[in-house]
C-alpha cells in the first residue's frame, strides 16, 4: 500500500496549494516516481467522476478504515479504471472490495448520465490552456550543442515549424537560446535523450532565472542558488556557466535535496556543490566562501515573508553583484509586494542593490510588472511576468537585482555573451589574462 500512500501525499500537496504538480512529483523518490505520477495523473483526469460515485455509494461513510477522500480517490480509481489495486489482501483493500458492486454501480450510472460510451470520454481534458503551451524542453549544452540536437531531432522525423500545428514539428525559442518547443502531446519521458541528461524537461518560465542572471563561464565565478530543488535551474545554471567556476545549490529538505543531487547528476554537472542546508543559515563570513569569493492571503503573507527574508540574506553576502529573485506564483503579494519591500531594506539600501533596467531583463519579453503595485510605477518595466493561457508558459516572475558597482562589469558580461560561443575555445593563455576581477552572483528562486 505504500504505492498509494506515496501518490495520496502527492495529492493533499496539491489540494493544500504547497506546489505544482511537477514541482510535487519531483519531491517523490525517483525509483517511485513514474509509477506515483502515472496514478496522480491519471487520478486527477477522473477526478470529478470518481468523486460522484464515492458520495453516491457513501463509502466514506461507511468504512472508517478508509481514512481519506484522496485515498479512497485513488483505489476506486485503480478498482474500475486500471487492473485492479496493486496491493496486498491487507484490511484496507478489503474494506474497499466490500463495496465493489455499488461502486461499479454507480460508476456506470454516471457514464449513462454523461452519454459516455467509453471509459476515456469521463476524463477531463478540455483543457485549453493547457493544449495551448507548447511541450519545451532545454539542450543541456553540458553534454552537446543545440546544432547537435537540431540534426538530431530532424533524423527522429522532426522538422522546424510551428509546434501546435503538427506533432511532428518544432521551433528555437525566441527568447531562451537552448529552449526548444515541441506539439504540447510529445512525450520524452522514455526518450534516451532525456534519461542520459542530454535534454531537461523544463517550462519557458522557469528558464528566464538563469538566462537573466547570465552567470560569466569563468573559472573564478561565483553563483548561490538558495532553494535549489528539484534541480533545474540549478543546471540551467551550470550549461551557462559551461561547468565552469563554483555553483552552491542548497536545500533543506532531505527527501528534496536527494532529488537535486540526482537531477545534478544526470544533467552532468560538474561545477555544482550540492548543501544539505537551509540558506538563511549560512553565514555571508563563512570562511569558505569568502576565500572562493574573491573577485491564499494567510498563505501568501508567510511565503512573501519568508521570500523577503531570502533575498535580504543574499543581499548580506559581501561580494554578490547580482541576485535573481524568481516565483512561480502570479499573485502580487509574491512578487511586486516583495520587490517594493525589499528595495527598502536596510540590506538594499546600504548594499546599493537597485533593479537592472528592461534592457538587462529580457527587453524583448512583452509582460512587465504590475505598475500599480509598486512603490515607483517605473519599476514595473524592471520585472518579468508570466500569464497562463496567454504566454504560451505557465504563471512566473522574475526580476533582478544588482548592486551599483557591478553595473559596468554586468554590462561587459552581456555583450560577451551575444558575442557567441566560441570564446570557451580561446587559447589558455588568453583565458588567465581576463581574470581580472572576481565575480559573485546570487539566485533566490
Known amino acids: 500500500m505504500n504505492f498509494y500512500f506515496e501518490a495520496v501525499n502527492v495529492l493533499d500537496k496539491l489540494d493544500a496549494k504547497k506546489g505544482s504538480i511537477k514541482g510535487v512529483l519531483a519531491s517523490v523518490p525517483e525509483k517511485n516516481r513514474k509509477r506515483t505520477a502515472a496514478l496522480v495523473i491519471e487520478t486527477l483526469k477522473y477526478k470529478q467522476v470518481l468523486n460522484e460515485v464515492l458520495d453516491a455509494a457513501q463509502l466514506l461513510q461507511q468504512e472508517k478504515k478508509i481514512t481519506s477522500r484522496n485515498l479512497a480517490l485513488v483505489l476506486v480509481h485503480d478498482l474500475l479504471l486500471a487492473k485492479g489495486i496493486q496491493a496486498g489482501d491487507g484490511p484496507i483493500k478489503q474494506a474497499l ?9 454507480e460508476f456506470q450510472r454516471a457514464k449513462i448520465k454523461r452519454g459516455a ?3 476515456e470520454e469521463l476524463a477531463q481534458t478540455d483543457d485549453s490552456r493547457a493544449a495551448s503551451i507548447p511541450r519545451y524542453i532545454r539542450v543541456n549544452r553540458t553534454c552537446w550543442t543545440i546544432e547537435e540536437a537540431l540534426r538530431t531531432f530532424n533524423v527522429q522525423g522532426y522538422q522546424l515549424g510551428d509546434p ?5 514539428s518544432f521551433r528555437r525559442d ?16 522514455d526518450d534516451p535523450l532525456y534519461s542520459t541528461g542530454k535534454i531537461i524537461l523544463q517550462d519557458k518560465a522557469s528558464c528566464f532565472p538563469a538566462h537573466i ?8 565565478a561565483v553563483v548561490i542558488d538558495a532553494t535549489a530543488a528539484p534541480g533545474n535551474k540549478t543546471s540551467h545554471l551550470c550549461a551557462i556557466m559551461r561547468n565552469k567556476g563554483k555553483l552552491y545549490a542548497f536545500e533543506r529538505d532531505r527527501k ?7 537531477m545534478l547528476s544526470k544533467a552532468h554537472c560538474d561545477n555544482v556543490e550540492a548543501v544539505n542546508s537551509d540558506f538563511l543559515n549560512i553565514s555571508p563570513k563563512n570562511p569558505q566562501y569568502e576565500e572562493e569569493n574573491d573577485g491564499e492571503s494567510e498563505r501568501l503573507n508567510k511565503l512573501a515573508t519568508f521570500q523577503l527574508k531570502m533575498i535580504q540574506h543574499a543581499m548580506t553576502f559581501p561580494l554578490v553583484k547580482r541576485i535573481v529573485y524568481s516565483t512561480c506564483s502570479v499573485h502580487a503579494i509574491e512578487n511586486e509586494h516583495v520587490i517594493r519591500q525589499a528595495l527598502k531594506t536596510e540590506e538594499a539600501t546600504g548594499g546599493s542593490f537597485r533593479l537592472a533596467r528592461r534592457e538587462q531583463v529580457l527587453p524583448a519579453w512583452h509582460r512587465r510588472g504590475i ?3 509598486l512603490d515607483d510605477p517605473a519599476d514595473a518595466t524592471s520585472l518579468v511576468r508570466c500569464s497562463p493561457g496567454e504566454d504560451a508558459t505557465n504563471g512566473f516572475f522574475v526580476s533582478l537585482f544588482l548592486r551599483d558597482s557591478g553595473e559596468e562589469e554586468s554590462e561587459i558580461i552581456g555583450k560577451k555573451r551575444k558575442a557567441g560561443e566560441d570564446q570557451d575555445q580561446a587559447s589558455e ?17
Open 256 to 262: 528534496r535535496f536527494s532529488t537535486l543531487k540526482n
Open 164 to 168: 501546435l500545428c503538427s506533432s511532428k
Open 429 to 445: 593563455p588568453t583565458k588567465k589574462r581576463k581574470k581580472k576581477k572576481k565575480t559573485k552572483s546570487g539566485s533566490v528562486p
Open 97 to 105: 472490495l466490500r463495496h465493489r458492486t455499488r461502486l461499479s454501480s
Open 371 to 373: 505598475a500599480e503595485e
Open 213 to 220: 542572471l547570465a552567470p560569466p563561464a569563468r573559472d573564478d
Open 174 to 189: 525566441d527568447h531562451i537560446p537552448d529552449l526548444l518547443a515541441f506539439h504540447p502531446s510529445t512525450r520524452f519521458i
Open 117 to 119: 460510451k467509453s471509459n
